[in-house]
């Protein structure tokens, strides 16, 4: 039997997943409620399987489903890019969406893609941020083209290749007396550590590596941003462990000092992540050659 799946039935599909609900997704997509559950229903007679759970609360994609995602992203993805390039008259044009973990994408690329956008005006590029374990799978699923976290990717569907190297800091403010002490494992194991609350690869590992240098955390506070950590150290109270592309701006202003202990000596490593059951484009490969490299020693 030959199955007429359409793009459109893929985008109605695609906004039910993402609000759960048949009316939530009609008023995204501003079309009227029976027109996309005929939609649905279309594409479900087609393809012969459900594709959502009904409940009382609204829908939630079955297994069916979680196999035709997949597909869904790239065919529209594949669908936007196929009329940029035909809409821009650039030698590089199409899109691309890029994901990223928080402190390289806050620092890295964000500065980085306006730059690429101005010598390739004709391409279009959507920065997805958060943690790398998010980033990973979203590429898997073909969400995204290319993603750039901070651990080597745990899937197999997925390859990798280095594209940053960083520097873990221990880092209080200016007017913290600390600034002007010998510093030992004894004397941070007093001091009130300020620490990101998100459950994430980054705080365990700086959570290790403060057992590792033998310092006790006993008095602690959590933030959830990056941001609002460094203003709590700039207040003159509190230390942390931070990223130097997080902080080399304040400590090269003098508002943030790195802390020198003996044997503190950590780096950390980002990778780029993409698909490798397929060829990257030539518009993602120039996205990535242009992203290398960027080293903070």
């Known amino acids: 039997m030959l199955m007429r799946i359409t793009l459109k039935q893929l985008s109605i599909f695609k906004a039910i997943h993402h609000c759960g609900q048949i009316s939530k997704a009609a008023k995204e997509l501003h079309m009227s409620v029976p027109a996309v559950s005929m939609a649905l229903r279309d594409l479900e007679d087609s393809l012969g399987s459900r594709l959502f759970e009904r409940s009382s609360t609204g829908l939630t994609i079955n297994d069916n489903g979680a196999v035709i995602l997949p597909?869904?992203?790239?065919?529209?993805?594949?669908?936007?890019?196929?009329?940029?390039?035909?809409?821009?008259?650039?030698?590089?044009?199409?899109?691309?969406?890029?994901?990223?973990?928080?402190?390289?994408?806050?620092?890295?690329?964000?500065?980085?893609?306006?730059?690429?956008?101005?010598?390739?005006?004709?391409?279009?590029?959507?920065?997805?941020i958060n943690n790398s374990l998010c980033i990973e799978q979203m590429v898997a699923e073909k969400e995204l083209d290319l993603g750039f976290v901070d651990a080597k990717p745990g899937l197999k569907n997925l390859s990798h290749e280095p594209w940053l190297k960083d520097r873990l800091c221990i880092v209080t403010g200016c007017d913290n007396p600390l600034v002007t002490e010998?510093?030992?494992?004894?004397?941070?194991?007093?001091?009130?550590?300020?620490?990101?609350e998100t459950i994430s690869v980054s705080r365990f590992r700086n959570t290790q590596l403060l057992k590792s240098a033998n310092i006790t955390i006993f008095q602690e506070l959590s933030m959830n941003t990056m941001g609002a950590i460094k203003r709590a150290l700039g207040t003159?109270?509190?230390?942390?462990?931070?990223?130097?592309?997080?902080?080399?701006?304040?400590?090269?202003?003098?508002?943030?000092?790195?802390?020198?202990?003996?044997?503190?000596d950590y780096s950390r490593h980002y990778w780029a992540i993409y698909r490798n059951d397929e060829p990257l484009t030539r518009l993602t490969r120039e996205f990535l050659d242009f992203s290398l490299p960027k080293t903070v020693q």
């Open 71 to 128: 597909y869904a992203n790239e065919m529209l993805s594949k669908s936007m890019e196929l009329e940029h390039v035909f809409a821009q008259g650039n030698n590089i044009r199409g899109s691309i969406k890029v994901g990223c973990s928080k402190t390289a994408g806050n620092y890295v690329l964000s500065r980085k893609i306006p730059l690429f956008k101005m010598q390739h005006p004709s391409v279009d590029i959507k920065l997805v």
């Open 182 to 196: 010998v510093i030992t494992s004894e004397l941070l194991s007093q001091q009130l550590w300020v620490m990101d």
């Open 236 to 264: 003159g109270f509190g230390v942390s462990v931070l990223p130097l592309l997080a902080v080399e701006e304040e400590i090269v202003r003098g508002e943030l000092v790195e802390l020198e202990l003996n044997h503190w």
